[in-house]
Nanobody
Framework: QVQLVESGGGLVQAGGSLRLSCAAS????????MAWFRQAPGKEREFLAA????????YYADSVKGRFTISRDNGKNTVYLQMISLNAEDTATYHC?????????????????WGQGTQVTVSS
């Protein structure tokens, strides 16, 4: 079993930056593919980025490519999402997720473990 806890969300002005963290416990993350998703009120959960266990491969949604960067520190059992140039459309609850296996996927059904999320609010 893997427990995931996100942190780093908050209120930020448009154009600002945030770095989200996802700390894992229960098992080492080093063999899991990790991802970030977000969900705005009334909308479906949206894939943002995924990273393989070694950190050498990443995959981004077109909507955040160039603005968001996913990274991981297996020694700290933590995954990060660096976000820049934030705008009001980025307002959502951000969740990290973990899946077994090496393939980078974008469907929620592909992920085995989820965190409760951290709220990001961007004021315009």
């Amino acid at each position: 079993q893997v427990q995931l806890v996100e942190s780093g969300g908050g209120l930020v002005q448009a154009g600002g930056s945030l770095r989200l963290s996802c700390a894992a416990s229960g098992r080492t993350l080093s063999t899991y593919t990790m991802a970030w998703f977000r969900q705005a009120p009334g909308k479906e959960r949206e894939f943002l980025a995924a990273i393989n266990w070694g950190g050498g491969r990443t995959y981004y949604a077109d909507s955040v490519k160039g603005r968001f960067t996913i990274s991981r520190d297996n020694g700290k059992n933590t995954v990060y999402l660096q976000m820049i140039s934030l705008n009001a459309e980025d307002t959502a609850t951000y969740h990290c997720a973990a899946k077994r296996g090496v393939n980078l996927r974008r469907r929620t059904d592909d992920y085995d473990y989820w965190g409760q999320g951290t709220q990001v609010t961007v004021s315009s």
